[in-house]
């Protein structure tokens, strides 16, 4: 089952798509603090139809964090490939991709990073 680490305070990061500024919040996972450890970094993602998703570095993980499924509006690390993505649509379905574990969530709108269309250099970022 999807689950979201609890965020308490959390790391508030931006991601630059162009113009347009998705924040989001990382948690407090050993994936998270990875990622965390180095930014600010670029990382290049391109639309799928439920997701923004990249071929990233790999970040160790808890093999008790991994899971099917995503909650929409997540940021997740996949383990398989390894892939940073930021999942937006299709919750309802996800239960058939695993291999996941949540680093974070976005802190928008959905509709801000379901609106994009393409393939970015995504800037990302500690949030001032």
């Not at 999807?2 to 113009?19: A, L, Q, S, V």
């Not at 990382?43 to 071929?55: A, K, L, M």
């Not at 808890?62 to 999942?87: C, K, M, Q, R, S």
């Not at 974070?104 to 001032?128: F, H, Q």
């Amino acid at each position: 089952m999807p689950t979201r680490i609890p965020m308490e305070g959390g790391t508030k990061i931006n991601m630059h798509f162009g113009d347009t500024v998705i924040p989001g919040v990382l948690n407090d996972s050993d994936t998270a603090k990875a990622l965390i450890e180095k930014l600010p970094i670029t990382q290049h993602v391109s639309r799928y139809s439920h997701d923004f998703c990249g071929t990233t570095d790999e970040l160790p993980y808890n093999e008790n964090e991994v899971h099917y499924g995503w909650l929409n509006g997540d940021i997740d690390y996949a383990t398989d490939a390894p892939y940073f993505t930021i999942l937006f649509e299709d919750e309802d379905v996800s239960e058939q991709y695993g291999s996941q574990v949540n680093i974070g969530v976005i802190t928008c709108p959905l509709e801000d990073i379901a609106n994009l269309e393409g393939s970015y250099d995504v800037r990302i970022e500690l949030a001032e």
